[in-house]
């Protein structure tokens, strides 16, 4: 029998995270060890009408990819591929690593070219997410997270201590997730109506971070589990044409960042006119400096958000929740999201997590000149946490 909880989760994501209609082409994709809730999705589809075709595959193909592709197999993009982000209505994703270290001993300028390789589809995926609702070329899409004994062990939890983690930061301990995510959505959007039209968002933390944004030409979005879950977000694309390029100054970043199985720690980057002139890290430079030269956007600053869901307080290496923690803000390298404001075009979307909460040293987030939060808590009533 299933955990009750999974029939809850695939509920959520089908009738509310991607509204999934009678006639949609939706793909599911997950490793094997997550058909629980593969099936539980599929089971879901299937009642509405649509159409679901279900791609799983273990994790260690890719493994054997990034250890025998030649230069030519690295670079290569599948026409299947292509013509599948091109036709599909709907994608849901599963992440479900049954060993989140497998690819950390990969060559990182094979996992650059690869990436990069992949940039056309990345695009037309992101494009067609930024078009508007009620368009029939528009891509409904989300993804999630099946707990597994690598991810609790990265989070330094047992299995049963990681589910109840993963379950309660969706809220789908409660009676109606779907009716608590439609609480934070008019919350969160509280935030984002005031964050709309203003010039430039500076960041301030005590280990050091002096970061200035311009976001005068963004879009906020509302992050409510429609695309992420668990959710809790805003965000916005940096405005990179700015005369002083969008984006300057030093972000030390409070928790190692995760990419491709591989741990950097200590990360430091000095943005100047909108782009990182100098990375530092303890561990895992090397690979933070060839994933930024991977191709020519990977050096810009593609996201700005701040982290809403104070349902989750502890880092776990995941950077689903991690960005979401409640109290922090995180920002990513690499391809913007369109519907942001920010074309910014890359192989790499690599979200980095910075924390503002008084245990780590406490910090500031001004707008304009104003402060809206202080030391990880919102200085007005009615926003998130308050």
């Known amino acids: 029998m299933r955990d009750t909880r999974l029939d809850k989760l695939a509920n959520v994501i089908v009738n509310y995270s991607t509204s999934l209609k009678k006639g949609d082409l939706v793909r599911i994709t997950g490793e094997p060890i997550a058909m629980p809730l593969l099936e539980a999705i599929y089971e879901h589809a299937i009642k509405i009408g649509a159409h679901p075709f279900l791609k799983s595959s273990p994790d260690t193909l890719q493994q054997i990819f990034f250890e025998h592709a030649s230069d030519e197999q690295l670079a290569y993009v599948s026409p299947l591929a292509v013509n599948e982000v091109e036709t599909i209505d709907v994608s849901i994703g599963l992440w479900a690593e049954t060993n989140t270290k497998a690819l950390s001993r990969v060559d990182p300028t094979k996992q650059g070219k690869a990436s990069s390789a992949r940039k056309p589809i990345f695009k037309t995926f992101m494009d067609r997410a ?48 779907v009716a608590e995510w439609k609480k934070i959505q008019a919350c969160q959007q509280k935030v984002v109506d005031y964050l709309q039209g203003k010039k430039e968002i500076h960041f301030q933390t005590a280990n050091g971070t002096d970061l200035r944004v311009n976001v005068s030409g963004g879009t906020w979005i509302n992050c409510c589990g429609k695309e992420n879950f668990p959710d809790g977000e805003v965000f916005t694309g940096p405005t990179l044409d700015a005369p002083d390029g969008g984006v300057n100054g030093i972000v030390r970043y409070s928790f190692p960042a995760v990419h491709n199985g591989r741990e950097v720690h200590d990360i430091e980057l000095t943005f100047e006119r909108g782009r990182v002139v100098d990375a530092k890290a303890s561990k895992g430079l090397d690979f933070l400096i060839k994933m930024l030269d991977q191709d020519p956007g990977a050096r810009s600053l593609g996201e700005i958000a701040i982290g809403t869901n104070y349902a989750i307080t502890d880092y776990s290496k995941n950077t689903l929740f991690d960005e979401k923690i409640g109290g922090t803000f995180h920002a990513a390298v690499g391809a913007g999201y369109p519907e942001s404001g920010n074309n910014n075009e890359s192989g790499l979307h690599w979200d980095m997590v ?33």
């Open 130 to 177: 930024a078009l508007p609702d009620g368009d029939p070329k528009k891509l409904r899409w989300c993804g999630t997270l099946y707990p597994t004994q690598s991810s609790a062990q990265d989070a330094e939890m047992s299995l049963r201590e990681y589910e109840d983690f993963v379950f309660k930061a969706g809220h789908l301990d409660k009676d109606d997730p």
């Open 354 to 386: 910075c924390d503002l909460r008084t245990g780590a040293g406490g910090g500031t987030i001004t707008v304009d000149g104003e402060v809206i939060s202080r030391d990880g808590k919102f200085v007005f009533d009615g926003w998130p946490g308050r």
